[in-house]
């Protein structure tokens, strides 16, 4: 039983396909456990086990997390959702401890990525292409004046997701009135351009990058990618090798790019696996593959470039029927 490859996937809400393609790698070599705070998250019944467990928030939470890790004799772990990167990194040890390793970033950078003025900052220190932004709504209105950006700009909430509260901002009456409404808002230039995903996997033993795939964002529905073809420019590629390097990213990552007049700008990072990656998997780019090998203490080999560029994505909906002696319990 020791030897049972058995992984952990946290708040896994929807995302079913994710669930699918880590039994397909594991093909029977161990279990995929999932959990949600929500018995009615479709993707707890694709798992092999599941397991209701408190909210992210609540006392004892990674305390639970810890026992079905050490009861399940779980070798891997990683998370869904944003918020709970940072407990993930913050507690690694103690997942360590118990002979699970979370598939997680650095904690200061994944802070960094949780918010988009820090990782604005991050970006220009390190003279990397990126979005010229403001949290200073008189410093954005006196730039204005100078001359040094000009409206439209796009205004949105400095931690947020899921496309939330996202505005193109046309008059200084518009900032103002959104500044009035909502605090932690941000403002940027407005990109006016194509935007691209990356989806990235950083060795969890050497550190490097061994997989990328660039696609072209062709339609967005409810923040996530609904749409979108596949891209290769070496250009880019070493765009991302160049920022990866020595941040402390780690395992699998979702990068933001948009191309301005031939220009490629970074735009947000999400540490985790995007909305987006059933497109990479499907043109073969195996990340659950390259998480396994990494348990094994394997080191990947660089497979960055391994698709067919062109290739279309188009996201459909699924249902989930739940007879009520099927729900799992607490
Ligand atoms: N500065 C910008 N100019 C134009 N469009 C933007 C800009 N920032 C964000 N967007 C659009 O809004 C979407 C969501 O913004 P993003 O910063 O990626 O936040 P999140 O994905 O966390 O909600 C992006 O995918 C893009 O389509
Ligand atoms: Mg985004």
Redesign the pocket.
């Known amino acids: 039983m020791s030897d049972d490859l058995n992984i952990l996937i946290l708040s896994c809400g929807t995302r079913n396909k994710i669930v699918q393609y880590f039994k397909k790698e594991l093909n029977g070599r161990g279990l995929v456990i999932a959990t949600d705070c929500s018995y009615l998250a479709p993707a707890l019944y694709e798992a092999d086990e599941q397991y209701i467990v408190p909210k992210m928030n609540d006392e004892g939470y990674l305390d639970e997390i810890l026992s079905i890790c050490k009861n399940n004799n779980i070798k891997a772990v990683f998370s869904l959702i944003d918020p709970e990167l940072s407990l993930l990194a913050k507690h690694k040890q103690s997942f360590i401890d118990i002979g699970t390793v979370p598939i997680v970033s650095e904690l200061d950078v994944i802070e960094i990525c949780f918010d988009?003025y820090k990782m604005f900052e991050f970006l220009v220190q390190n003279g990397l292409p990126t979005?010229n932004?403001y949290i200073d709504k008189e410093q954005f209105f006196s730039d204005v004046e100078a001359g040094v950006i000009d409206y439209p700009?796009?205004v949105?909430?400095i931690k947020?997701?899921?496309?939330?509260n996202?505005n193109?901002v046309s008059t200084k009456e518009e900032v103002e009135f959104l500044f009035s409404r909502f605090d932690n808002l941000m403002i940027?230039?407005?990109?006016?351009g194509i935007?691209y995903g990356a989806d990235v996997y950083i060795d969890m033993i050497s550190s490097e990058p061994v997989a990328i795939f660039i696609k072209e964002?062709v339609k967005?529905r409810a923040?996530e990618t609904d749409k979108s073809i596949s891209f290769k420019d070496e250009e880019l590629v070493e765009l991302i090798k160049k920022f990866i390097k020595g941040t402390g990213l780690k395992g699998i990552i979702d990068v933001?790019i948009?191309k301005v007049n031939g220009e490629y700008y970074i735009?947000?990072v999400?540490p985790r696996f995007g909305g987006g990656y059933p497109h990479a998997y499907e043109s073969g780019v195996n990340v659950p593959e390259l998480i396994i090998n990494n348990i094994y203490e394997n080191v990947n080999d660089n497979v960055i470039g391994h698709y067919e560029e062109g290739v279309s994505m188009m996201k459909f909906n699924e249902v989930k029927i739940l007879d009520p002696k099927e729900i799992a319990s607490t």
Not at 160 to 164: A, E, Q, R, T, V
Not at 188 to 192: K, R, V
Request: net charge negative.
């Open positions: 988009k979005v932004s700009v796009f949105k909430p947020g997701s899921s496309s939330n996202i193109k940027q230039e407005f990109m006016d935007e964002k967005m923040g933001d948009f735009s947000e999400n």
